[in-house]
């Protein structure tokens, strides 16, 4: 559900993909730039975490208490947003007639980003990354779970299984439109334009809790280190 709720947007550009040309080729690129991207950021920061590891002592706490705070704000700023601005913004994409109109409602992706209609393979790969990668609560998402996930201190195994399942939830709600589109296009695209529906209607709400208490979470923890 992480793709899902905490990332509407990405979500919404994929569909959008999927109703322009070479709807399948290009569906399956988005959803592999999306993959690399969610894979990159979260096992570069298992790493960087795994050889920051604190000991005893308690200045080596000092970096994981500020590491959450700054995620904690990005993700409280994350829910204020999604339930002030992301519904209008859902709703007028919504409302739009063709692809162009729906990625020309995501202002912070570069220019060439919007011409959906004209994107190859290559440049759908680009935009999945792109969409992941200039969203910062999606990045902070996915730094926050490694960073859990190493100071349960728990064996490499697990560790490795559970940053697995995190990437499974991160990427198969990306992954199902795509491969139900390739199975039954005419069936699929209706459904497609009722999940479109669905997010406008219900993902501002859901998004806000999800982040917020995420948020809370980790302010929680960082005063505990810091107390």
């Known amino acids: 559900m992480f793709g899902l709720i905490a990332s509407p947007l990405a979500v919404l550009a994929l569909l959008a993909v999927l109703f ?13 730039g999306w993959s690399a991207a969610v894979i990159a950021v979260t096992v570069v920061s298992y790493l960087v975490f795994n ?21 904690g704000t990005v993700m409280f700023i994350g829910a204020w ?57 999606n990045v902070s998402c996915a730094i926050a779970a490694p960073l859990e996930i190493e100071l349960a201190h728990v064996p490499a195994g697990p560790s490795a299984i559970v940053l697995a399942w995190f990437l499974v939830l991160c ?7 795509v491969f139900w589109h390739f199975k039954d296009r005419n069936r699929a695209e209706p459904g497609l334009l009722k999940l479109r529906a669905w997010i406008v209607v219900h993902n501002g709400t859901l998004g806000a809790v ?16 810091l107390a």
């Open 51 to 71: 050889g920051l590891a604190p000991n005893s002592e308690a200045h080596s706490w000092r970096w994981v208490a500020i590491t959450r705070l700054v995620l």
């Open 81 to 137: 947003y999604t339930y002030s601005r992301s519904p209008r913004k859902l709703t007028h994409m919504f409302a739009a007639a063709t692809p162009q109109d729906v990625l020309d409602s995501i202002p912070q992706l570069p220019p060439w980003y919007q011409q959906i209609d004209k994107f190859n393979p290559a440049r759908s790969v680009q935009l999945g990354a792109g969409i992941f990668l200039f969203n910062p609560i």
């Open 171 to 177: 990427i198969v709600p990306m992954a199902l439109p």
């Open 20 to 32: 322009s040309r070479r709807p399948r080729l290009n569906g399956l690129m988005y959803l592999l």
């Open 210 to 225: 999800f982040l917020a208490m995420t948020a809370f979470g980790q302010y929680r923890n960082a005063i505990e280190l």
